[in-house]
């Protein structure tokens, strides 16, 4: 049994791109949720996909955006990228009615130059 | 959701047990208490949870005061693989409470010595 997958691994972009960051939860996991932790900090949560739609939401920009297809996976979209966006971007997965373990991802180390 | 507070680093002896407290001293009735840990360059693990009972799992035990105030992880017997940043969580939850997010401070440095 998979656990959670995120690709890629590593990414590094220039100011102003944009990314998508991808994610399968684990088999039987219907809810995603993706965390961003910036060097040295806890994970901070950015927002939570169920049944496709946004559920919750942190304190982050509306440069950031996701999505979540019909087979639970999910993507993190983040546009005209800044040097502050660079952390490892986490994703969780959990079962929306048992939420009482959330498994994560080994996450995306994203790097903006 | 509460807030924790956590020494942010503690020092254990391989082999022995590890205490690692953490306050919560504002927390409500409906909210558990999570445990987490993060190794170096990883996503964070879950260890355990409690909503007032004591828990213990095959990775660690749980002890929560009766005020619930306070807890304590407890790592029975520590190992080298066991150093890693330990995040104490307190969260609502419940069937009833969908899929709360997860508010992370910034934890304690566990170091087993060997």
């Known amino acids: 049994d998979a656990g959670v997958t995120q690709s890629p691994t590593h990414l590094i972009k220039t100011r102003g791109q944009q990314v998508t960051l991808r994610c399968s939860p684990k088999?039987?996991?219907?809810?995603v949720s993706w965390y961003q932790q910036a060097l040295g900090q806890g994970p901070q949560f950015i927002f939570q996909?169920?049944?496709?739609?946004?559920?919750q939401r942190g304190n982050f920009p509306d440069r950031f955006s996701g999505h979540q297809f019909p087979n639970y996976s999910s993507e993190l979209n983040v546009n005209a990228l800044l040097l502050g966006d660079s952390a490892l971007y986490l994703c969780?997965?959990?079962?929306?009615?048992?939420?009482?373990?959330?498994?994560f991802g080994p996450g995306t180390r994203l790097t903006v130059t | 959701d509460a807030k924790t507070t956590q020494p942010p680093s503690m020092d254990c002896a391989e082999g022995r047990a590890a205490n690692l407290p953490c306050n919560h001293s504002?927390?409500?009735?409906?909210?558990?208490v999570y445990w987490y840990r993060q190794i170096h360059s990883q996503g964070p693990q879950y260890i355990i949870h409690?909503?007032?009972n004591n828990e213990t799992n095959e990775m660690a035990s749980l002890i929560i005061t009766e005020d619930r105030k306070s807890s304590t992880l407890i790592l029975p017997h520590a190992t080298l693989r066991d150093t890693a940043v330990y995040y104490c969580?307190?969260?609502?939850?419940?069937?009833?409470?969908?899929?709360?997010?997860?508010?992370f401070g910034t934890g304690t440095r566990l170091t087993i010595i060997p």
């Open positions: 969780a997965s959990s079962l929306y009615r048992a939420p009482y373990e959330q498994y």
């Open positions: 969580i307190v969260r609502v939850g419940g069937p009833n409470f969908g899929n709360e997010k997860l508010t």
């Open positions: 504002t927390i409500s009735g409906n909210e558990y």
């Open positions: 088999s039987g996991h219907d809810t």
């Open positions: 996909y169920y049944e496709e739609e946004e559920r």
């Open positions: 409690g909503l007032k």
